[in-house]
């Protein structure tokens, strides 16, 4: 039996026929060839984070593991090899006294997944990953290797450079093999992050003060409760006054993780305990403040499993999906562990960016991974699909191509340049025979 590849979740699985770790993008580029040759589709796997099949093959699956590392830099851009992952990159950006503007609060990811899935964060300014991309490198379904970039002006194979750019930042593998990312960055910055805990009702009633009053807001709301945790991360001048290591312990990894993975464990043997257990979370949360380098503030330790399904809707339309989401949870008999997560982003240009074409606002519903619900998941998309949400390309839903045409304006344009690029499908799976066509 060959090598089995599963996702971080462990929800998802596959044999592929083949295997390989290339260590450049002429290596992929052979390997492409290679796997065309022979009628096998291939796909370029990261860490696994994604919950969807996004990433399965039964062809030949290219393992990132020896394409990593910063190849190049210069003023105000970084060039990435497709493997190395946000965490190694923010550590290297950091050392040079760089930083992403944004990004999401795991790190784990590949920088070529994360973009390609469209990984987000939280900002009110500057956008998810994607829309930091100044150019791409990538190998093409005949083993060309081009480098696309968002100021280029010329033609691959008769698609606009900036067509094919914007298509291609979020584009689930779909155009090719992406070998290197060069990102927008700049100079090193901190970051306060103020914990306080409020009420959905009060939430509710401030969100637009919440949204334009802060950098970065994000908060959680524990199901069966009123209680939300709000995180506000905004630039500071500084000193750095970073929580000692005893308090990043307790915090991170003993209450986010330890406590509560034990908590779920308890909820998922006895759910009627759910609401008691979440109503003893919601009082021990408490109001704190630390400052400190940015890529430190954004991240947070995920050791917990779980299942994830995420939208994103308008902007203007965030009150009325959470308020719907609370009144679906107060008629059903659902006993919910985790905390809703919400988050909010600018417009983007990148065609298939969940944010494409309009402020946006995130709603992520988890379930602890022994106890999966998919009568939740399923009565919260009702609510986002109603609201004409997009899904999350990396997480959990049930969307297809025929929904999805509805909700992305540049939907077929996209379809087309994978036409011209792909026309033989060398790039496909059934994951995306289904939300691509």
């Given at each position: 039996?060959?090598?089995?590849f ?5 929800n ?8 390989r770790?290339?260590?450049s ?7 492409v060839r ?15 984070h994604?919950?969807t ?6 062809g030949?699956?290219l393992?990132?593991g ?8 210069g ?16 550590r ?9 503007a ?12 994360a ?5 987000h ?7 998810g ?9 990538m ?5 060309e290797?081009?480098?696309v970039r ?10 606009a450079?900036?067509d ?10 779909a155009?090719?093999v ?14 306060r ?8 009702t ?9 949204v ?9 709301w524990?199901?069966h ?8 991360n905004n630039r500071?001048?500084?000193?750095a006054?970073p ?14 993780n ?33 400052t400190d ?6 991240t ?7 299942l ?12 009325q999906a959470?308020?719907?989401v ?25 065609w ?6 309009r402020?946006?606002a ?11 619900n998919?009568a ?9 699909t ?17 929904y999805?045409?509805?909700v ?16 033989g499908r ?12």
């Amino acid at each position: 039996m060959g090598e089995i590849f599963r996702n971080w979740a462990g929800n998802q699985s596959a044999s592929p026929a083949e295997v390989r770790a290339p260590s450049s993008a002429e290596e992929v580029s052979r390997a492409v060839r290679d796997a065309a040759a022979a009628g096998r589709r291939v796909r370029m796997t990261g860490t696994g984070h994604s919950f969807t099949p996004v990433a399965l093959t039964d062809g030949l699956l290219l393992r990132p593991g020896a394409l990593t590392g910063i190849r190049e830099a210069g003023d105000g851009w970084v060039t990435a090899e497709a493997g190395t992952t946000v965490g190694a990159l923010n550590r290297e950006l950091h050392r040079r006294g760089l930083a992403l503007a944004n990004m999401g609060d795991i790190d784990a990811q590949t920088v070529a997944g994360a973009i390609q899935t469209g990984t987000h964060g939280t900002g009110r300014d500057v956008g998810g990953m994607a829309d930091q991309v100044l150019a791409l490198e990538m190998v093409l379904a005949d083993g060309e290797i081009v480098t696309v970039r968002g100021d280029g002006d010329g033609k691959i194979r008769g698609v606009a450079e900036r067509d094919l750019f914007d298509a291609a930042r979020v584009s689930l593998g779909a155009l090719g093999v992406v070998t290197a990312v060069t990102f927008r960055v700049e100079p090193a910055f901190l970051l306060r992050s103020a914990r306080e805990p409020m009420t959905l009702t009060a939430i509710l009633d401030s969100l637009d003060t919440l949204v334009t009053g802060n950098e970065h807001l994000d908060f959680f709301w524990l199901p069966h409760t009123d209680t939300c945790l709000t995180k506000r991360n905004n630039r500071d001048p500084g000193p750095a006054r970073p929580p000692s290591a005893f308090k990043h312990w307790l915090d991170n990894h003993f209450m986010e993780n330890t406590l509560f993975g034990a908590l779920c464990g308890v909820g998922g043997r006895y759910p009627a305990a759910i609401p008691r257990l979440n109503a003893l979370s919601a009082a021990a949360l408490s109001a704190s403040a630390h400052t400190d380098a940015s890529h430190k503030v954004f991240t947070s330790v995920r050791e917990v499993r779980f299942l994830e399904m995420e939208y994103a809707v308008a902007r203007e339309h965030l009150g009325q999906a959470l308020r719907e989401v609370r009144d679906l949870l107060d008629r059903r008999d659902w006993k919910i562990s985790f905390p809703v997560e919400v988050r909010v982003t600018p417009a983007s240009d990148a065609w298939l960016s969940t944010a494409y074409g309009r402020d946006s606002a995130y709603i992520a519903c988890h379930v602890y991974r022994p106890t999966p619900n998919p009568a939740y998941f399923e009565g919260v998309e009702e609510i986002m699909t109603r609201l004409g949400g997009r899904p999350h390309w990396g997480k959990l839903h049930t969307r297809d191509a025929a929904y999805l045409a509805t909700v992305y304006p540049r939907f077929a344009d996209f379809l087309a340049v994978r036409d011209a690029l792909d026309p033989g499908r060398v790039f496909a799976n059934d994951h995306l025979d289904t939300v691509l066509g």
